[in-house]
């Protein structure tokens, strides 16, 4: 299984950015994949779950009116849209995959596959 996850980069307060995360070797479908993020200093968190049970999502409340999940199933692609990204959200941010079927498993255990890792900068 391998991740690569891309569309980082730097963007002003306000403004909006869409991660992509290629999953390649696997069936995505199979697996519940997620965003998590580390900004300078501080320890990693998640940010979005996407379950392979029923497609359902759950997204961190600190985001949750800004970002949303989604996945292609026929490109192997979970997305991350983040709107009004403000300065607190410069983060590395990485997708994960498991074959856990819940975000609530997922996101109590650590997922066994990990991308590289993008980064967003806001800052004006």
């Known amino acids: 299984v391998q991740l690569q996850a891309s569309g980082g980069g730097l963007v002003q307060p306000g403004g909006s950015l869409r991660l992509s995360c290629v999953v390649s070797?696997?069936?995505?479908?199979?697996?519940?994949i997620g965003w998590f993020r580390q900004a300078p200093g501080k320890e990693r968190d998640w940010v979005s779950c996407l379950a392979s049970s029923d497609g359902s999502t759950t997204t961190a409340d600190s985001v949750k009116d800004r970002f949303a999940i989604s996945r292609n199933n026929a490109l192997n692609t979970v997305y991350l849209q983040m709107n009004s990204l403000q300065p607190d959200d410069t983060a590395v941010y990485y997708c994960?995959?498991?074959?856990?079927?819940?975000?609530?498993?997922?996101?109590?255990?650590?997922?066994?596959?990990w991308g590289q890792g993008t980064l967003v900068t806001v800052s004006s």
């Open positions: 994960a995959a498991d074959r856990v079927q819940h975000c609530t498993t997922f996101l109590t255990t650590t997922p066994d596959y």
């Open positions: 070797g696997v069936t995505l479908g199979d697996y519940t």
